[in-house]
């Protein structure tokens, strides 16, 4: 059985696709669209190793899998506390080769996974991803974890380094990276000397949601939603305009991959625009 899934959010969706509004002319912006397709393997997919690791590898420890469902390493006891690293790894070969190729021309604009330290907390764990073109990006998760034996949700957008909060190689190197991914990781810093297991679970790749019609019926917009996860709490905000102040308009829990959500207060003379958080 695995353990219990902490409920708290770990992580914002920093930025998704938005809507203008203008008088009963509607626009959906596409200043993030990208076209879906495959190229050189990688795609948007969801790894839950039901089964077994699928072809992830340990760096430094050997990758083990739990009859639950999750991947874990173990560092031993030690008789004092020493400075060790290891990590779990998707190289080309791991599912399917999902996780490895071109993130851009795959619509692949977002990255998750389920963390959890089952028995002390860990001195530092990285998400990091590399290119083929020697560049590199990471993120930290260490300080958002908030405690042990429950599985912390992390959701980080590739639209730009910025906008994910990405560490690493220079902004304008970010988008090529993505087109040539060769290597993600996750890096563990062991904690004290006591022995410790670090698990991973439903790692996956996504597009961003995004809006594929708008309408306005008797004074209601009503959006429509696209590449929803199911599952996930989201917010709806609005602003008069990009630059704006952003209000909630309602929250929802996706029930299916396109969902329609509606703004019962009408725009005014200059539209609105819309963001989905969470």
């Excluded at 509607?26 to 990688?42: E, G, I, Q, R």
């Excluded at 990781?185 to 410790?196: A, F, V």
């Excluded at 004074?219 to 939603?225: F, K, M, V």
């Excluded at 209000?247 to 029930?255: H, R």
Aim: with cysteine; proline share 5%; net charge negative.
């Amino acid at each position: 059985m695995k353990p219990a899934r902490s409920t708290g959010k770990t992580c914002t969706l920093l930025l998704s696709r938005w809507s203008r509004t203008r008088g009963l002319t509607w626009y959906a912006a596409l200043v993030l669209s990208l076209p879906l397709a495959t190229a050189w393997a990688a795609s948007p997919f969801e790894e839950g190793f039901d089964t077994d690791t699928s072809g992830w590898t340990g760096l430094n420890r050997n990758l083990q899998h739990d009859a639950s469902g999750y991947v874990f390493i173990q560092f031993p006891e030690l008789p004092i506390a020493v400075p060790e690293s290891a990590a779990i790894q998707a190289l080309s070969g791991a599912s399917g080769g999902a996780f490895t190729g071109n993130y851009a021309s795959a619509n692949a604009r977002l990255m998750g996974l389920d963390f959890i330290a089952l028995d002390s907390m860990p001195s530092e764990v990285l998400l990091r991803w590399t290119g083929t073109n020697g560049k590199a990006y990471f993120i930290s998760l260490g300080a958002m974890l908030s405690s042990t034996g429950v599985w912390h949700r992390f959701v980080f957008s590739l639209h730009d380094k910025n906008t994910g909060n990405w560490v690493g190689d220079p902004a304008e190197d970010f988008e090529d990276t993505l087109s040539q991914v060769d290597k993600v990781e996750i890096s563990i810093l062991r904690g004290d000397e006591t022995l410790q297991r670090y698990g991973v679970d439903n790692f996956f790749t996504a597009p961003l949601p995004e809006v594929d019609s708008i309408q306005q019926n008797n004074g209601t917009i009503r959006l429509h939603w696209i590449f929803l996860r199911v599952g996930t709490e989201y917010t709806l905000e609005s602003a008069d305009d990009a630059g704006g102040t952003y209000t909630p308009v309602s929250s929802f829990t996706a029930i299916a991959n396109d969902q329609e959500v509606l703004d019962t207060a009408p725009p005014g003379a200059l539209g609105k625009v819309y963001k989905l958080t969470r």
